[in-house]
């Protein structure tokens, strides 16, 4: 009996401590998301940036008139964007892969929290069988005394 409530009381501090990973698992995820967020907001900003560029250095190709100075610079513009896309297309790469990990870090703290849950669940269901087969047995001695007494 006393081993019984023990565990119960473990299983109730395991609980816990489950219910509190699952908060911060959560919070990490929460994070994760909002920074993921921002990386692709950037990707799509410097897309358009070398979109832009791109269609410049087109229009002035395309021009009777070409202004070297302005080529050049739009051109070193052009190469920058690229180099700058290709930076946050590796940082939302990144980002995408810690909230995959958040992800399945969040899923595995839920199960966990699910199975200890369970496990308490299970373990007060037994103890009240316990208490149940037990007054009932008290039951059963009370009545036989008061039924079948011998005198």
């Not at 009381?9 to 994070?31: H, K, M």
């Not at 410097?46 to 008139?65: I, K, N």
Request: aromatic share 4%; with cysteine; hydrophobic share 40%.
């Amino acid at each position: 009996m006393a081993a019984e409530r023990e565990r119960e009381r473990v299983l109730t501090i395991l609980q816990l401590q489950a219910e509190f990973e699952l908060a911060d698992a959560a919070l990490a995820l929460a994070q994760t998301t909002q920074q993921q967020r921002a990386a692709a907001q950037q990707v799509h900003r410097c897309d358009t940036a070398v979109q832009l560029a791109h269609g410049e250095l087109r229009r002035q190709m395309g021009s009777p008139v070409l202004n070297p100075a302005s080529y050049e610079i739009v051109r070193r513009l052009w190469r920058h964007g690229q180099q700058q896309l290709a930076a946050a297309q590796a940082e939302l790469e990144q980002r995408e892969s810690e909230l995959n990990r958040d992800r399945d870090e969040l899923a595995n703290r839920r199960q966990r929290e699910s199975e200890i849950t369970r496990a308490l669940s299970d373990q007060r269901r037994k103890q009240q069988l316990d208490r149940a087969a037990r007054d009932g047995v008290v039951a059963d001695d009370l009545w036989l005394l008061t039924n079948w007494s011998i005198t």
